[in-house]
């Protein structure tokens, strides 16, 4: 994947809703809109801020916004620029506690740093603020567009990657979800029962995001003081690789479990792009998962494995190394 490519990503989903969609079209719009929808969750509050309009590029635009974590423990957050428009109902919605139909919202120049209430310091908080600063920041984008006559998200997506340049770590969903139902609170409760997903894309880009992010928690886990890591390392490896191979066959198709191992014997150090996308003919129905992580208890592989084969689901794994 060459930088071109990944910036042409990045553009694409920031902008993924034709902005004549949209109805936040006044500085006052846009900052009763950002006040409602910051209202929804209860994870954050925000510093003062002002939002308005850019005519130029027809959306809502803040800058240099702080997000505060509500709770101690987790982190605070520094957003260079944040960009969202929503539908015509959108500003209506949020005031009234709900969800937008449709949403285009993109973070530029994400930077966590430790929570001001973990640290019960002014000072201390302020310098992890800057030191905050010398990271390049990070970009999000969220987008969907909900059908109320089909009650189904379509162009639901994910992005995930560095703010500025090419890193080459990158996270990138899309879904076809169906029998969601945002009408009001009392239906998107049920939905969570309800709702299927069709379709699940996932691309991954390696090129260290493995060793920064996921590398520090799996050791202090996995590995120990007794033998050489270096060993431990490879023997996991040859457990992993054994794993991939043995997963259900009329799920994972031959290529897709050569895929799987051949990523894994890349490991610690993968350089490439993980291409997964599930398919279902009947619907992955989102009950069981949600129930399951609501009470602390995630679905066991038999019962991941039994869900997706009543559903006829398909995986599909793909691995292609970096070209170096």
Not at 32 to 45: D, K, N, V
Not at 80 to 103: A, C, I
Request: proline fraction near 6%; charge should be negative.
């Amino acid at each position: 994947m060459t930088s071109t490519r990944s910036a042409a990503l990045a553009l694409a989903l920031a902008w993924g809703i034709a902005p004549a969609a949209y109805a936040l079209e006044t500085d006052a719009d846009c900052n009763a809109f950002a006040q409602g929808a910051l209202a929804l969750q209860t994870m954050y509050t925000a510093d003062p801020f002002e939002a308005h309009y850019d005519p130029s590029e027809e959306t809502c635009v803040i800058e240099d916004l702080t997000l505060v974590s509500t709770r101690g423990w987790e982190m605070d957050l520094y957003i260079e620029e944040v960009l969202y428009e929503s539908d015509k109902t959108g500003l209506e919605r949020v005031q009234n506690g709900l969800p937008p139909q449709e949403l285009g919202i993109t973070l530029w120049g994400a930077r966590p740093f430790l929570s001001a209430r973990l640290l019960e310091s002014p000072a201390l908080n302020y310098t992890m603020r800057v030191q905050a600063m010398s990271h390049p920041g990070s970009a999000f984008y969220l987008g969907y567009n909900w059908s109320p006559e089909e009650k189904r998200f379509r162009d639901f997506e994910i992005y995930y990657g560095m703010a500025t340049g090419y890193s080459g770590n990158e996270l990138q969903i899309t879904a076809d979800i169906r029998d969601v139902d945002l009408t009001d609170w009392a239906t998107i409760e049920q939905s969570l029962g309800s709702a299927r997903a069709y379709n699940l894309d996932i691309q991954l880009w390696f090129n260290g995001m493995f060793e920064g992010l996921v590398a520090p928690y799996l050791g202090r886990w996995l590995l120990h003081d007794n033998s050489p890591p270096e060993a431990q390392v490879e023997a996991l490896k040859r457990i992993g690789v054994a794993f991939a191979n043995d997963l259900p066959k009329d799920i994972f198709e031959t290529d897709s479990r050569a895929g799987l191992a051949e990523l894994i014997q890349t490991l610690p150090h993968p350089r490439g792009r993980l291409s997964t996308e599930l398919i279902s003919q009947e619907g992955i129905g989102m009950g069981p998962f949600i129930a399951g992580f609501m009470a602390g208890k995630p679905p066991s592989l038999e019962g991941l494995w039994e869900i997706l084969e009543t559903s006829g689901s398909k995986a599909v794994i793909y691995w292609e190394p970096l070209d170096e």
